[in-house]
């Protein structure tokens, strides 16, 4: 965040990656969602304390099949 912000960036990208709450993999759905809200809050409470005006945005993904299936609606 403090490299975007020395680069001019306005809006600040959120990935989860492969989070996977829809398979088997994730064994604590509740638990993933809880850290990434976490995750989130302290992020926003970073932007504001150091006055940066990032917008945030949350990348879905698109690649993934139900995105890609999704998309095709």
């Known amino acids: 965040m403090d490299l975007g ?3 001019g960036a306005k809006v600040f990208v959120l990935w989860a990656g492969r989070d996977g709450p829809e398979t088997d993999g994730c ?3 509740d638990v993933a969602v809880q850290r990434t809200r ?3 809050n302290y992020l926003c409470e970073f932007n504001a304390d150091k006055k940066y005006g990032f917008k945030f945005a949350l ?3 698109p690649m993934n099949p139900e995105a890609i299936f999704i998309s095709r609606l």
């Open 5 to 7: 912000a020395e680069l």
């Open 38 to 40: 976490d995750a989130i």
């Open 59 to 61: 990348e879905p993904s």
């Open 27 to 29: 064994r604590w759905a």
